[in-house]
């Protein structure tokens, strides 16, 4: 049998596969020499979401959340499923302060980690990435330039 046909209809039904497209690599943060790909949280939906649910997160993998200015920012661990180190920053993106393996909350009454001063953005870790880190106040955050304007 000639493999010209089979051939045609191979490459018809991998054509639809052609046009698909991995998905956009995430943007990225820099911190201390450390770059991390990080979804960013800039809307209410999102960053109520945060990382709730999730059973795992690569370690060079984050969540950025980004408000429109510096202003008091508390975060809690419910329906979290990994522990995290919870990192904030400034509006100049210098590091404020961040609150070390906040473990996961299950309950209806969690803890809350907040700034020690107002912040504008805030970065969630695997729990030791930070620490590894040795942050002092002042350590500045890389991010695009999308984000931080």
Not at 11 to 23: F, H, K, M, V, Y
Not at 59 to 72: E, I, K, N, S
Not at 85 to 97: A, K, R, S
């Amino acid at each position: 049998m000639n493999a010209l046909p089979r051939l045609c209809v191979l490459a018809i039904l991998l054509l639809p596969l052609a046009g698909c497209a991995r998905e956009p690599a995430l943007p990225t943060v820099e911190l201390k020499g450390q770059r991390y790909s990080v979804e960013i949280a800039d809307d209410i939906a999102e960053q109520s979401q945060g990382l709730m649910f999730r059973r795992e997160m690569a370690p060079d993998h984050g969540m950025l959340f980004t408000y429109d200015r510096a202003q008091p920012q508390a975060f809690w661990m419910r329906n979290c499923e990994i522990a995290l180190d919870i990192l904030f920053f400034d509006g100049q993106g210098h590091f404020i302060n961040g609150h070390y393996g906040a473990p996961p909350c299950r309950s209806a009454q969690c803890p809350s980690y907040a700034s020690n001063r107002p912040a504008r953005y805030v970065l969630e870790l695997n729990s030791g990435v930070g620490r590894a880190l040795a942050l002092k106040e002042g350590d500045p955050l890389t991010m695009p330039e999308a984000v931080a304007q």
